[in-house]
């Protein structure tokens, strides 16, 4: 069935389809329409689950911790301040190793008070153990949503899907709804030994002492490892049944690219059409989109931009104090590669300024132009 629906109904039809048993739901814009969709599921008997209107998002992810936690496939949704507000679950989440999905709209923080989009909310979440896959548009986004929770069950992690404010949550474009059927094919009924069960009593999350701390936090570590390779399978066997698959990054006509730029998200969309005019030009240049955040695709990236000389990346986030926070991932990642390439930061975007192509041909055009990037991140097209 193709549809031509919005980014946050895309993600409400990849948890139907997935068939969600429990869903925690607290509005927050521009989030708010995929856990609607899902209350008309679950009331219209499309979607057996269990709804729970809770008074936060900290209840709305402790929710979910609850019912993972005895063994149901969870879901719950969010954006911005109402990501932030979980953030002590998540490490709960995590730390419990839940297999539970979580859908981030990207909307910035405040104050100052903003609903539109940039990649701040997610981002300040990378070190809770969540994996974090970037959407590129409303089609992945549903089919990532599928893959999330097969993902999740195979590592026992949960998963946050992201995508942008607005720029995909609230824009229509046409979308492939797979059959229940072929969903049920690739994604079988969740079970698991490891469950609250008041027939076969045990207890979960109790006081760890140092003994035994250390080594539950070694095998969170050791599960993300694995976790790219879970990552890459599921999304191979995903192109197998459906067609379309993603990878943990994508390279665009980098073939011989001698200057990538480098985006995560709905922004990577534009960057696809400058490069085709860039290329039309004559302009050795390529695109390379990131997906898979966390875990960091760290020797995808240093083979996809072996011999490449020059990386722009567009940051559509800042760690104040420091730089943008994809530029400090990828600079680590290089780090020791011989003749690793000059990464040029560039900030843009906060708060939902509009990234349009004239703003990436002002950067392609500022990285091709200079030998070496400037100390600090380039806040590109900025008021004085």
Known sequence: MRKVIMGNHAVSYGVRLARAEVISAYPITPQTQIVEMLSEFCSDGSLNAKFIKVESEHSAMAAVVGASSVGARAFTATSSHGLLLMHEMLHWAAGARLPIVLANVNRAVGPGWNVWTDQSDSLA???????????????????????????????????????????LSHTEEPVDV?????????????????????????????LVAPEHYMEMRLQMQQAMAEAKGVVQTV????????????????????????????SAGATSGTARVVVDELRGQGVNIGLLRLRLFRPFPVAELRRALAGVKKVGVIDRNISYGHEGIFASELKAALYGLPRAPQVFDFVVGLGGRDVTPA??????????????????????????
């Open 125 to 167: 979440q990378r070190d809770t153990g969540f994996l974090q896959l970037y959407c590129e548009s409303n089609q992945e986004a549903l089919d990532t949503v599928i893959q999330a929770f097969k993902i999740a069950e195979t590592v026992r992690l949960p998963v946050m899907v992201v995508l942008d404010a607005f720029i």
């Open 178 to 206: 797979p059959s229940q059927e072929q969903v049920d094919a690739f994604l079988p009924r969740y079970e698991t030994e490891w469950r609250l069960d008041i027939e076969d009593p045990r207890a979960f999350n109790m």
């Open 235 to 262: 999304d191979e066997e995903y192109a197998a049944c459906f067609g379309r698959g993603y990878g943990l990054i994508e390279p665009y006509r980098t073939e011989g690219a001698e200057t990538v730029l480098f």
């Open 359 to 384: 703003t990436i041909h002002g950067i392609a055009g500022h990285v091709l132009s200079h030998d070496v990037p400037a100390e600090e991140p380039v806040w590109w097209e900025v008021k004085s």
